[in-house]
């Protein structure tokens, strides 16, 4: 588990790095103005590699590159320049909305931070970006208390806008909303993009809502990469065999509970390979024997922007799949 910068211990044995981190060898990239959704079930990483992103978790290896510039670095230590670009937005507003503020207060504050504007214009700004989210800008005279959650959702995306960012980390933003209030969300979300070529990091357990949004995806397994390509890419044949599980929705079995007859659990392993190489052997129903516990698959590329780590070539898979 990669550690939060704040506790980072510096000596002694609990400074030791962790056996096995929550997120494993992971590399991938977002364009301006493009959508990657980062998808895979609770627990597979996808907050914790936002967390890193956004300066919040010290990788213990590997460099994050934004605009050509490292910034494997801790938030604190980030520029302001660098702080105002990215910006993240989480599931639950209510954590991160100050309740004894009005939302002039809360969303013109980084509005003085990163622009230093204060007074009238400060105050048009937040109008401005109250509209933006469909806010009336009355609202601003407003504490959180007096809002539903979709609109307290919408002001936390202003806040985040109110530094315009480059990068928005969307981190399950839309889980805790009605349907409705979602699709209002999403067609925001494309709006801003469209308007301003924002760049989102979008994770959400919804596969419906990654269909929609999303130009490509990234599937995640125990803090491994597995599948990443294009939206269409990645929802139809050849899927890596977790996203094939995944996105058919079919029951995964828990480590150890339920496995195919023919599948050895990871805990028949010994030692070191008590670890399989690919993490989701022990759940796989495409298993091909003890090459999956015990060589790392490799990646095969199924097209110049669609590639699936599995020792199942994509061709074979595609075959399996369209049985
Ligand atoms: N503060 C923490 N301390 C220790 N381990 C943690 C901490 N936060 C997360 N983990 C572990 O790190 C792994 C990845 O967790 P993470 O929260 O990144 O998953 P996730 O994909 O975002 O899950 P979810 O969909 O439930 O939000 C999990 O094994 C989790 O138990
Ligand atoms: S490498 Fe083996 S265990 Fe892993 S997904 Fe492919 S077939 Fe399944
Ligand atoms: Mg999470």
């Known amino acids: 588990m990669p ?5 980072r211990p510096q000596t002694g044995e609990s400074d030791q790095l962790p056996a096995k981190p929550a997120v494993r060898g992971v590399s991938f990239s977002i364009s301006p103005g493009e959508t990657l959704a980062l998808v895979g079930e609770s627990g597979s990483g996808k907050s914790t590699i936002v967390r890193a992103i956004a300066g919040l978790l010290a990788p213990t290896r590997g460099r994050l590159v934004f605009d050509g510039q490292d910034i494997t670095l801790p938030v604190e230590r980030r520029t302001k320049e660098l702080r105002r670009q990215i910006q993240l937005i ?3 507003p209510d954590a991160s909305l100050n309740p004894r503020h009005r939302l002039w207060r809360i969303i013109g504050r980084p509005i003085e931070f990163f622009f230093r504007t204060s007074g009238r214009e400060q105050q048009r700004g937040v109008a401005e970006l109250l509209e933006t989210v469909q806010l009336d800008a009355g609202y601003m005279w407003r504490m959180p208390s007096d809002l539903s959650g979709g609109e307290r959702q919408r002001v936390a995306i202003a806040r985040a806008l109110a530094a315009r960012p480059k990068l928005l980390l969307c981190d ?3 889980s805790a909303l009605d349907v409705s209030v979602q699709a209002g969300i999403l067609n925001l979300l494309r709006a801003l993009q469209a308007g301003h070529g924002l760049s989102f990091l979008f994770i959400s357990h919804d596969l419906a809502v990654v269909r929609s949004l999303a130009h490509r995806v990234a599937v995640l397994y125990q803090g491994e990469l597995c599948e990443v390509g294009g939206v269409r890419e990645v929802f139809s044949p050849p899927f890596h065999p977790y996203t094939e599980v995944l996105f058919r929705a079919q029951p995964v079995p828990a480590p150890g509970e339920d496995l195919p007859t023919d599948v050895p ?3 028949e392993l010994e030692g070191e390979e ?7 052997a022990p759940r796989c129903p495409r298993k091909v024997g003890s090459i999956c516990d015990r060589v790392p698959p490799p990646w095969s590329t199924v097209s110049a922007t669609h590639a699936i780590r599995c020792h199942i070539p994509g061709g074979e898979l595609a075959k399996l799949q369209a049985i």
């Open 265 to 267: 659990s990871g805990s």
């Open 3 to 7: 550690r939060g910068y704040p506790e």
């Open 90 to 92: 989480l599931q639950n």
């Open 274 to 280: 008590a670890v399989p190489a690919c993490p989701f």
């Open 172 to 174: 399950e933003i839309l």
